[in-house]
């Protein structure tokens, strides 16, 4: 362009004609004009993908840095995705809960504790680990002011949630661009998804009237005569996607654990229950503290359909957790509300291959 453009110039002088100079200015100007147009264009033709730019689970528009190296995880679950990526050497911050996952390696669990959204964030520890990520859920606790006080520091921030397995699938696809693991990240995403079509294409065709009613819930509240009954929550949903009937889903869909007292229970009557714990022994103790109420007048504990389930990341056998283990959780909630439907389903199996492919750091 600036070669055609020093040829006209040329003519211009070389030419006497007054109408050959204003025909070749006048091209002249067109072409400057091109060259100025052309220039404006780059830096939008340069990042037309948005390479650098996601839509993370509260639906933010976040740009993230060219290079990440070091990254603030303020949940075990989403410390746990970022492990399973390969980046546990990114982590240089990590929230109070994510100390006490046995599927961290030590040297993640160690690393400096900056809180918690319930208790408070410490944005003064966050600032001096000058992370280029932190990475956290929303929508509870001190979370609004904790993403607000960091932004306005400059830092980035990825917020993330998981309502439904899909959502679980969608935090692993954007925690693998943050930390620039797209590609392993693609791979898990594709086996999870595998496993879960595998689910869904069962559970599609269970009839209505076949599905039991189903409570899932966690005992932790029972001190005050209450009860955490998972609805519309990623818990609460398996019940769900594994083709059984979620009673608190059911009349709570706007809530994702509301507490209901044994009135609401008895009321419901559910089929199947199964609750949820971190640990055998609590889960033992809370189930206990229930034999001298009404919870043994419903028709599960009396047909012996009560279920324990472990959550969380506190235990080895836990798998029912915001991470790639969900979908071990997810075929074991199957199994106990579809039995012979589900008994060709090795949910064992799945969790052996996980750890060996996604899980080899806890044995570094």
């Not at 679950?77 to 100390?99: H, R």
């Not at 992370?131 to 606790?141: C, H, Q």
């Not at 206990?288 to 389930?309: D, H, I, R, S």
């Amino acid at each position: 362009m600036q070669q055609t453009l020093f040829a006209l110039l040329m003519l211009m002088r070389n030419n006497e004609g007054i109408a050959t100079i204003k025909a070749v200015a006048i091209l002249a100007i067109i072409m400057i004009a091109a060259i100025g147009a052309s220039f404006t264009l780059k830096p939008t033709l340069a990042s037309p993908s948005g390479q650098n730019t996601l839509v993370d689970l509260a639906g933010r528009t976040v740009k993230i840095p060219q290079s990440v190296n070091r990254i603030v995880v303020l949940q075990s679950y989403w410390a746990e995705v970022s492990c399973t990526l390969g980046a546990a050497d990114k982590i240089v911050g990590i929230g109070k809960d994510v100390a006490t996952s046995v599927f961290l390696p030590q040297y993640v669990t160690n690393k400096t504790n900056v809180g918690s959204l319930f208790s408070g964030i410490n944005i003064e520890t966050i600032v001096a680990l000058n992370p280029d990520v932190v990475i956290t859920d929303f929508g509870y606790g001190k979370a609004a002011e904790t993403i607000q006080a960091l932004e306005s520091l400059n830092i980035t921030v990825v917020a993330l949630t998981a309502s439904n397995f899909k959502d679980h699938l969608s935090a692993i696809t954007i925690i693998g661009k943050v930390l620039k693991a797209d590609l392993k990240a693609e791979a898990l995403v594709n086996y999870l998804e595998n496993q879960y079509s595998a689910l869904i294409s069962v559970s599609s065709k269970i009839p209505e009237s076949s599905k039991p009613r189903v409570l899932i819930c966690n005992l932790d509240v029972w001190g005050q005569g209450l009860i955490y009954a998972y609805s519309n929550s990623s818990y609460g949903r398996a019940v769900v996607d594994a083709g059984g009937i979620n009673v608190a889903y059911s009349e709570f869909p706007d809530q994702s654990s509301p507490k209901v007292n044994l009135e609401k229970i008895l009321a419901w009557n559910p089929d199947i229950i199964i609750v949820t714990g971190r640990e055998n022994s609590s889960l033992s103790n809370q189930l206990n503290l229930m034999e001298g109420t009404a919870w043994t007048q419903l028709k599960a504990y009396q047909e012996g359909k009560v279920y324990t389930l472990l959550n969380g990341a506190k235990d080895r056998a836990s798998y029912y957790d915001w991470t790639p283990r969900m979908i071990v959780g997810l075929y074991q909630v199957a199994k106990i509300i579809h039995p012979d439907l589900y008994s060709g389903i090795n949910a064992t199996a799945l969790a052996t291959f996980l750890m060996q492919n996604y899980y080899g750091y806890l044995n570094s």
